[in-house]
Structures are given as C-alpha cells and as structure tokens.
C-alpha cells in the first residue's frame, strides 16, 4: 500500500514540474514576441524636464499647543484666605484668581503713609526756614533725603498691598491649581497654570532651503491623525533664525480658530510656496541610485545615457535637481528594471 502512495506522489511531482516548464516556455515566447515587437529595444515611459516655475509643495509634522502657557508664582507672601477660581475655570486678564492676609500689609502700608506725610510736612516747614535763614542747606537736603526714601518705602508698601489680591496676568483657562486656602505662599512656587486655548500654533521644523522658500503671513493647510480627515487652514506666523541640533529651523503656524482643533493633535501642515529656485523638478521614481551617487536616464536618439545628478528637496513626489540635466532633456520613469547605460529603448508614453 505504501508503495502505491509513493508512485502516486511522484507521479503527481512529475506532472508539477512538467506544467511548470511549460509555462516558463509560454513566458519565455511572450517575452520574445515582446522584444521582438519593440524591435529588440526595452520598452520605457519618459518624462520631458521642464522648468515652468511650478509650486514646491511638501509637509512637515508638529505638536499642536496653546497659543500660550504659563506658571506663575506670587510676587507676595503670606498665607492664602480665599481662592476664587479652580482647574477649568476661563479667566480674563486683571481677573482675581486669590487672597492673601493682607492685616500685616495694611497696618504696614498705614505706617509707611504716615511717616510720609510728616516728613512730607517737614520738608516744607525746613523750606520756610532755610528761606527766611533758620536752617541750613545741608539740614533741608538732609530731610529731602528722608523724604525720598520715605516715599519709596510707602510705594513699595502700597504695590504689596495692591498685590495682596493675586490676578491673571493673562487670559485663558485654569489649567492647573497648586495652592489651597489657608496655605503660606512663598517666594518662586507656583500658583496655577493658565493655558491660553483661544488660539492654536503648531510648531514644525524644516530644512534650510525649504525654510528660504516660506514667508510670514503664508497661508497653509494642516490635518491630524484623528482619522477625521479634516482639512484645516493657518498661516505662518514665524520662522526661526537658528537652526535645532538637526539643522532644522522652526516654523511657527498660528492656525485658524476651529471647534475641531484642540492642544495636543499631532498635526501634518501642508506647505504651498512658489518657485524662487532654479532647480529642476522631476518625479522621484526617475531617480536611481543613493542620495549621494544619484543618476538619471537621459533618452538620446533612442539609447539610454546614464546621467550623474546633484539631488535638492523633495517636493510630495517630485524631487529637485540641483546640477547633471538641462531644461528640454527627456528622461525615463518607467522600465528602469531593464535599462542600462548605452542600451536601446522604445519610448511608449501614455
């Protein structure tokens, strides 16, 4: 029985192989017939170089942020006696957020402004005097002396009980509370976040010579990776002057305000800017070889000249040429697999 399962199997073997060469030998005419139509000639699709001026198009990704963020801390100490706003509250400037004890300050604030006016009475009685020949120079400009640094302490003394009351310095949101009632402020803690949500900015980071293509005020679009596939709209607000570790410069965008664009979205902006570079734009997949050691192929009374090119950007799929071709050549983009330096092709363009 075994025996007959054997035969069986190789039976089946031979048959597998058989129907394999024969259609390696169907394959083999096809492709015959092929290059026998084009001549014996491979058979590619070419592009013709042109320099129309065309946009440079590309994208860079960046972190959605608040317009603005900020901890702040107390320029008063004391202990906390009221707090009047909490995590979610929207606060405008000038806004107060908390008390502080302020028993110390006023009772301060009342010495410092009596102080003041009695030596602000001084001063006028020593002027009398040193007029009418009672005191001399040096005793009046001592109690102007007094006076100044009088009215300095009493300045100081007013600002810390003005300040007792502890504002928003910016409008925004609460996004954060780090102080409770009945606690004692002290000097550099932090008191709250204020986040500024009114507007959105995306910062992105691209190269030198896409950089020197934008300007502020240019218009842009942006989607996120929320899978919506919403299309929103911005402008650019900035662009660095120094570049990050990775030679990059940073590009502010300020977006336009949208129910559907918050803090925190992993945004993809799509950059639109004119041509102001004498590079050539050709599609990528003409391109062989590494970025280093690129070559094109140049399609010249119908041979292939394979061409060394100097690579710029890449524009969404097109790539620039920087040196190697000329405006008018005619390069191929399809059927690359088979080409070779020198070798004859048979252009089919669709």
């Keep these: 029985m075994k025996r007959i399962i054997w035969i069986a199997i ?8 058989v129907l394999l060469l024969a259609g390696n030998k169907r394959k083999a005419k096809e492709q ?8 014996g000639s491979e058979v590619v699709a070419t592009y013709k170089v042109t320099n129309d001026g065309s946009e440079r198009t590309f994208y860079s990704n960046g972190l959605a942020q608040a317009n603005s963020e900020l901890n702040f801390v107390s320029e008063v100490t004391g202990r906390v006696v009221a707090v009047y706003a909490d995590r979610g509250t929207k606060v405008g400037k000038g806004t107060p957020l908390l008390k502080i004890d302020s028993e110390l300050l006023e009772a301060d604030y009342k010495a410092a402004l009596a102080a003041y006016e009695s030596l602000k009475k001084d001063e006028e009685r020593f002027t009398r005097s040193f007029q009418a020949g009672g005191v ?11 006076l100044i640094a009088s009215e300095s302490r009493l300045a100081v003394s007013k600002w810390k009980l003005d300040n007792a009351v502890v504002k928003a310095p910016i409008a925004g949101t609460i996004n954060s509370r780090f102080v409770e009632t009945g606690a004692l402020i002290a000097p550099n803690v932090p008191l709250f976040e204020i986040v500024d949500d009114s507007r959105i900015k995306v910062i992105c980071n691209v190269s030198g010579s896409k950089a020197r293509l934008l300007s502020a005020g240019m218009k842009v679009s942006a989607t996120a990776d929320d899978g ?3 299309v929103f709209t911005g402008t650019v607000r900035s ?17 336009d305000k949208d129910v559907d664009l918050h803090a925190g979205m992993y945004m993809k902006v799509n950059f639109v800017a004119e041509s102001g570079k004498a590079g050539l734009l050709v599609p990528r997949k003409a391109v062989v070889g590494s970025v280093l050691a690129a070559n094109v192929y140049v399609v010249k009374d119908g041979k292939a000249e394979r061409r060394e090119v100097r690579l710029g950007d890449m524009f969404s799929d097109r790539i620039e ?8 050549e005619e390069i191929v983009v399809a059927g690359l697999m088979n080409v070779s330096d020198g070798c004859s092709v048979n252009v089919v363009n669709k």
Excluded: C, F
Aim: hydrophobic share 40%.
């Design 228 to 230: 919506s596939g919403k």
């Design 239 to 255: 662009i660095g002057v120094k570049t990050d570790r990775g030679l990059n410069y940073p590009v502010e965008v300020i977006m």
């Design 321 to 328: 040429i920087l040196s190697g071709l000329q405006e008018g």
């Design 32 to 39: 015959s017939v092929s290059a026998m139509n084009a001549g």
């Design 10 to 17: 190789a039976a089946l073997a031979v048959i597998g192989m």
């Design 136 to 146: 001399t120079s040096q005793q009046l400009d001592n109690i102007r002396t007094q």
